[in-house]
């Protein structure tokens, strides 16, 4: 089973963009999906993008929310989170995660990467 390595996440001025990285290590990840997620202090974890690996179709979850992009490398290792515009409110943990089958379970996670948006 591969794994995914989060990394590219720091202190962030309002206003900045952010590309995070999801490196997928140990092997090609044939499965379904690649998903991006984040927990914000006190909050479940929550849903931002997913990108289905077969088609590369993404799906950004909040279709209202234009500062988020999900786009992987042409290799299928690295999958990338772009945050544009920056808020205080994006604080958070972000992590990537694989969905294997389709069925929404997304068992294999990173260690996560910290965000923080200063204003």
């Known amino acids: 089973q591969v794994q995914l390595a989060e990394s590219g996440g720091g202190m962030k001025q309002a206003g900045d963009s952010l590309t995070l990285s999801c490196s997928i290590v140990?092997?090609?990840?044939?499965?379904?999906?690649v998903a991006w997620f984040r927990q914000a202090p006190g909050k479940d974890r929550s849903l931002l993008a997913t990108i289905l690996w077969s088609s590369g179709r993404t799906v950004i979850v909040d279709s209202r929310e234009d500062r988020v992009n999900i786009s992987r490398d042409s290799a299928k290792t690295t999958v990338y989170l772009h945050v544009k515009n920056l808020r205080p409110e994006d604080t958070a943990t972000y992590y990537c995660?694989?969905?294997?089958?389709?069925?929404?379970?997304?068992?294999?996670w990173g260690q996560g990467t910290q965000v923080t948006v200063s204003s």
């Open positions: 140990g092997g090609a990840f044939s499965g379904y999906a």
């Open positions: 995660a694989s969905d294997r089958d389709g069925s929404a379970h997304f068992g294999s």
